[in-house]
C-alpha cells in the first residue's frame, strides 16, 4: 500500500463551471471521487488538496517529508509558469511525481509555454481534459508496483476512466 497525494493549484475549485470549453464540465469534486476509487481499488490511500494560495501548496508539500507520502499528482494551475517556491518545495521533497494538466499549455499562450515543474517531473501528462488525472493515477500505481509499493496482482488495468 501506498500513499499518493493530489495536489490541485488555483483555480481547479472552479472546474465545471470555469472555461468549460478549455477545461470541460468535469467538477473537481468527480476527478477526485474517481482518483480516490481508483486508487482504492488497487491498495492505496489518496487524499486531494487544493488550494489557491502558493504559500498552503507549499506547506502541503513540504509536511509530506513527514506523512509517508509515497507519490505526488501535481497540477499546479496558473504556478506552472509562475511558482519558484512550490517548485523547490517539491525538489526538496524527493517526491516523484507526475505533472498533470487539464489542457495543452503548448497550444495555448505563449506565456503557458514554460513549467517550472516539467524537468523534475517522472511524466507530463497534457491535454486530455479529466481523463489526464486518471491516466497520471495510472502511471502512479504502475511506478508503485515497479518500486515494491504494491504487487502487480493488485494492480488491475483499469478499462473505463
Known sequence: MAKILVLHGPNLNLLGAREPD?????TLA???????ARAHDCGHVLESFQSNAEHALVERVQATMGDGTDYLLL??????HTSVALRDAIAASGLPFTEIHLSNPHAREPFRHKSYFSDLARAVICGCGADSYSFG?????RFLADS??????RVPLSTTN
Do not use: C, M, V, W
Not at 478549455?22 to 468535469?26: K, L, S
Not at 497540477?75 to 506552472?80: D, E, S
Not at 493515477?137 to 500505481?141: C, N, S
Open 75 to 80: 497540477n499546479p494551475a496558473a504556478f506552472t
Open 22 to 26: 478549455i477545461y470541460g464540465r468535469t
Open 137 to 141: 493515477l495510472e502511471q502512479a500505481i
Open 30 to 36: 468527480e476527478i477526485d471521487a474517481r482518483l480516490l
Open 148 to 153: 515494491g509499493k504494491t504487487s502487480r496482482s
